[in-house]
């Protein structure tokens, strides 16, 4: 019997840089195990400009990639999603909606790269690290044994991705209760 694909969404503020990134990752890296998504709390409205020639220049399809809210995900006919994801330290402490069928959720905060300032050079290797970080989480987390692992040893494996290089100063110091949060 197969499964059908997960169903993976990844929440930003902005939706313009960082979870657009994670959802062109997912969506090639996991294509046919993976459906990945994303969205913001208060869309800007537009991908960030350097996040597309990013991920035009590593090959991606950008196709489609637009900013959205999360509003669309807790709609009439919206994706059951198995996973919630956010990227970002404010999307990661608002208060979360109820997300229909009750995905597990995590953190994965990394620094934002369309806060970046200084030189192109600068910015461009802003975004490049944000790539690579959540880069490395996707691939940790597209090689779980997903069928293999309890809800507990799921969380607890999703939890210890999102602290991988590059996380952000603000989520390694919460504490531990804090960070267990699942906000479903």
């Given amino acids: 019997m197969t499964h ?6 990844f929440l930003c503020t902005g939706n313009s840089a960082r979870s657009i990134i994670a959802e062109a990752i997912l969506n090639t890296v996991g294509a046919g195990n993976y459906r990945a998504y994303s969205a913001g709390s ?7 400009i350097e996040a597309l020639r ?6 991606y399809n950008i196709l489609g990639l637009r900013s959205k809210s999360w509003a669309e995900f807790i709609a009439p006919g919206a994706p059951v999603l198995d996973f919630v994801f956010t990227v970002c330290d404010n999307a990661g402490a608002e208060v ?3 997300w229909p ?3 597990m959720t995590t953190h994965w905060g990394i620094p934002d790269p369309a806060e970046a300032t200084g030189s192109p050079a600068e910015i461009a290797l802003a975004f490049n690290d944000a790539y690579r970080f959540l880069y490395q989480r996707i691939g940790a987390f597209t090689a ?3 069928g293999a692992l309890d809800q507990f040893a799921l969380g607890e494996n999703l ?5 991988l290089e590059g996380a952000t100063a603000a989520r390694s110091k919460r504490s531990p209760d804090e960070r267990s ?4």
């Fill in 42 to 48: 208060h869309p800007k409205g537009h991908v960030h």
């Fill in 96 to 98: 979360c909606p109820i």
């Fill in 54 to 59: 990013l991920l035009k220049a590593q090959g």
């Fill in 4 to 9: 059908r694909p997960y169903n993976v969404l």
């Fill in 101 to 103: 069928g009750q995905p």
């Fill in 159 to 163: 939890r210890a991705i999102g602290l």
């Fill in 144 to 146: 779980l044994p997903l």
């Fill in 181 to 184: 949060d699942l906000r479903e």
